[in-house]
């Protein structure tokens, strides 16, 4: 049995309240528990984070490198475009983990293109909406030879 995390940065707990045109009308609640019972039915766990902050996402991260971590999801939000500190936490955990973002990036404003996680990443799901979550969670488990 393999175990998961999914960790959500900032502004992501308003999902499905607006900017749907960009974000889709699902809730991260909703998300979330697809997610665990997708995992659940290939045999594995799901742990599922979310939080404003910084530091606290960088707390989470370091936390699952001293637990039961086998790979991370992680949609940075805004930090995707912003945070160095993050970087070097993903880094310093050693864990394999996809990026994941609801709307296409490449597609959006020219500083919305760059991401301090994509050479970093097994690979990135981007422009899929929720549905990217479920992609991006094959594509670990396959990556780690639990599917
Ligand atoms: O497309 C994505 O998943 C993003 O990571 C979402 C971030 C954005 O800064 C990235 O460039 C791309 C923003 C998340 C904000 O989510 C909201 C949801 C509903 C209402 C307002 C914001």
Redesign the pocket.
Known sequence: MARYLLVN????N??????SA??GRDTLAAIESRLAVLAQDAGHELDTFQTNGEGALIDRVQAAGHEHCDGILL????F??TSVALRDAMIATGLPFVE????N?AA?EPF?QHSYFSDIALGTV?GFGAHGYELALAALMRADGAA
């Open positions: 940065g900032p502004n992501l308003l999902l499905g309240q607006r900017e960009h974000y949609n940075p939000g805004g995707t475009h994941i973002h609801l709307s990036i959006r919305r981007a």
